[in-house]
């Protein structure tokens, strides 16, 4: 093969490393700037209460494979609540799915004191993390505001 065949190869690879290496994005910016300043936001805090049932226990389980690293199959569903807090750590996908299970098809708000148990199998070139949840389902109640 003469050098032109090989410089095609070698252009053929680095356009394909191209492609491989850009990716598509998504940049979401979120900004309180108006054209005039910086906009003030007068937001009011919410008061409400939790009200536990603790007669009965809600329990899930969410499960994630992994394959090679980049193939992921499991649960496509999670609970995502303003100002509840999952604390980082190993398997905070699954935990956020468990807990959505949990919840799901219930008249529950919240999951109150949940406890997990969470277990990761290796194996080669498969990751398998299941997450165990338990805790109490719970009622938000909202209060009025005062008209003064």
Known sequence: MGILA??????FAVCASALIATGCTTTTTRSTQLAEGVALLDIEPVKARCVVDTTQTLQAVSQTRTVLGFFRSGDREFAQYPGMVF???PAMRERRAAVHKALK???????VNPKY?????????VRTVTVQVAGYGGHLVFEQPSEE
């Open 6 to 11: 090989h410089m095609k190869h070698l252009l």
């Open 87 to 89: 604390r980082l750590g």
């Open 105 to 111: 098809d219930t008249d529950f708000d919240v999951m």
């Open 117 to 125: 148990i969470v277990q990761t199998k290796r194996r080669p070139f």
